[in-house]
């Protein structure tokens, strides 16, 4: 059974939307590939420090939600009860993508593109980190996903297109 089931994993079900993770040392970057979406990249970083309340405070969110080591300050957004297919590669050395919530976890390689996919049930917010010794920030360059309404994403993908920044 565990067979079949590792089958299963591999295999990526009709999906949605399709986001390709960039591992960097120190950093994840985040692409958009649907049509309409490409504008939609950015980089994601560990906030540090006093940085994690002050965006707490900023958003106007519960502190619990920016938890030290694994708050960033460009989060992943994604919708609820969709299917993402994940591309996951690496730009210097390798890394690797793992969200324990999702069950996912695979190496981002560099000169490979890999392939995995999930499919959040809850919105909230998700916390992974690199799990491949990358070098002096291995341990802070974690991946923070956040899983809105279809609807807020929507609004999200609009106004962060126009927002280089994002
Ligand atoms: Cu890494």
Avoid at 47 to 68: C, I, T
Avoid at 80 to 86: A, E, H, I, S
Avoid at 120 to 142: N, R, V, W
Wanted: proline share 5%; aromatic share 12%.
């Amino acid at each position: 059974p565990s067979f079949r089931l590792l089958y299963k994993q591999v295999d990526v079900p009709e999906y949605d939307m399709t986001i390709k993770a960039t591992g960097y040392q120190w950093y994840w970057g985040y692409e958009y590939s649907d049509e309409g979406m490409e504008e939609l990249a950015f980089d994601s970083y560990m906030l540090r420090g006093e940085d994690r309340l002050a965006r707490a405070a900023e958003l106007k969110r519960p502190v619990e939600e920016y938890p030290r080591l694994l708050a960033v300050d460009n989060e992943l957004i994604v919708p609820v009860g969709k299917v993402v297919r994940m591309q996951v590669t690496a730009a210097d050395v390798l890394h690797s993508f793992a969200l324990p919530a999702f069950g996912v976890k695979i190496d981002a390689v560099p000169g490979r593109l890999n392939e995995t996919w999930f499919k959040a049930e809850q919105t909230g917010i998700y916390y992974g980190q690199c799990s491949e010794l990358c070098g002096k920030d291995h341990a802070f360059m974690p991946i923070a996903i956040r899983v809105v309404e279809e609807e807020q994403f929507a609004a999200w993908a609009e106004a962060a297109k126009s927002d280089v920044d994002a």
